[in-house]
């Protein structure tokens, strides 16, 4: 996955956007007007635009850039409102605590079909917010449910068709069936997940922990990075040493490698 953090495209790290524990899933967008492709370098010029518009909306009076997440037609994903807020774009306080959004850069006129590498992106955020923001596992469009004609024809056609992944790859957090050959990405590391913390959310590390029997099964979820999640990886890092900090008999603090070490562990497979 190829995620943009909210402090990579110049917005606050944290959005001041209403906390959210749950949703049943993710609702996707598109832009609703036109829009041209362009190069790479120019997509989070259109994302910060998107948020200024945002927050210049007086009607609406948003806090933040309405959507959860976005994915331009290069399959990179930029971290909107982000997990465990709830998102403004699905049309009322009912709609919107009950799905994340996910807004394509798609537009009405202009670029209207998706790329796979953008429909790969959804996919991606979409397990995102599963795995990071305990999205459950409907996958809609905002036409369902609202008067719109969001997200366009050819991506609610996908949306209809259960958003599958490009050229039939399905990675999901679940493991490939053995000896499927299919080759396990684990996520990307939460960039500043660390103990004592609850942004980023610890929710995918106590996930994993749990999968991997270091934390107890019985440990409610949170997105503090708490004593309970500390001593799972203090065990886990004595277990696979390789990942524990030089010197340290009792490290708390999952790094990246350990991350993706002990999620190929649990969902690849092997
Ligand atoms: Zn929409
Ligand atoms: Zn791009």
């Not at 945002?54 to 971290?79: R, T």
């Not at 610890?202 to 990075?225: E, I």
Request: net charge positive; aromatic share 10%; glycine share 12%.
């Amino acid at each position: 996955m190829r995620l943009i953090h909210r402090s990579q495209w110049g917005a606050p790290a944290t959005s001041a956007a209403t906390y959210i524990a749950s949703t049943r899933g993710v609702k996707v967008h598109y832009l609703g007007e036109r829009y041209t492709s362009r190069s790479h370098d120019r997509c989070d010029d259109y994302v910060r635009d998107i948020r200024a518009a945002h927050l210049a909306n007086k009607k609406e009076n948003y806090s933040d850039i309405a959507y959860s997440m976005l994915v331009c037609e290069h399959g990179y994903v930029y971290e909107g409102r982000g997990a465990h807020k709830r998102t403004g774009a699905n049309g009322n306080y009912a709609l919107n605590s009950n799905h994340y959004a996910v807004c394509a850069l798609l537009g009405s006129e202009g670029m209207t079909k998706p790329t796979d590498a953008m429909l790969s992106g959804i996919r991606d955020a979409i397990e995102y917010l599963r795995t990071h923001g305990d999205a459950g596992d409907e996958i809609r469009g905002h036409r369902d449910g609202y008067a719109t004609a969001c997200p366009g024809g050819p991506l609610y056609a996908w949306v209809k068709k259960g958003a599958p992944r490009p050229g039939g790859q399905d990675r999901d957090t679940d493991p490939p069936p053995a000896g499927s050959g299919t080759r396990y990405q684990p996520p990307a590391f939460p960039a500043g997940l660390r103990p004592n913390s609850k942004s980023p959310s610890a929710r995918g590390l106590q996930k994993v922990m749990k999968k991997l029997g270091f934390l107890a099964a019985s440990v409610p979820y949170a997105d503090n990075y708490g004593p309970q999640t500390q001593e799972a990886v203090a065990r886990f890092h004595n277990k696979y040493t390789q990942f524990r900090a030089p010197g340290l008999k009792h490290d708390t603090a999952i790094g990246p490698r350990g991350w993706a070490f002990a999620h190929t562990k649990a969902y690849g497979g092997k």
